[in-house]
C-alpha cells in the first residue's frame, strides 16, 4: 500500500516538472540572485540570462535587543 503511494507522489512530481515551461524552470535557477540587485546584473552581463524578479529590499535598522524578565 505504502509503495502504491509513493509510485503515485513521485509520478506526480515527475509530470510536474516535465509539464513546466523551460523559461520558469530558468527563473527559478536565477532566483537565489533577485534579492541582490548588482549580483542580478553581473549574473546577466556574463550570462545573458535576466532574473525578471529582482526584489529591492529596504533598509531596516535593526532594533536593539531588548530582554525583559
Not at 515527475?14 to 542580478?40: E, M
Not at 550570462?47 to 526584489?55: K, Y
Amino acid at each position: 500500500m505504502i509503495f502504491v503511494l509513493l509510485s503515485v507522489l513521485v509520478g506526480g512530481l515527475c509530470l510536474a516538472v516535465l509539464r513546466t515551461p523551460d523559461a520558469d524552470l530558468r527563473q527559478a535557477a536565477l532566483q537565489p540572485f533577485a534579492d541582490d540587485p548588482p549580483a542580478a546584473r553581473q549574473l546577466e552581463q556574463e550570462t545573458g540570462l535576466r532574473c525578471e524578479r529582482v526584489v529591492e529590499v529596504p533598509f531596516e535598522d535593526p532594533r536593539p535587543f531588548h530582554l525583559e524578565a
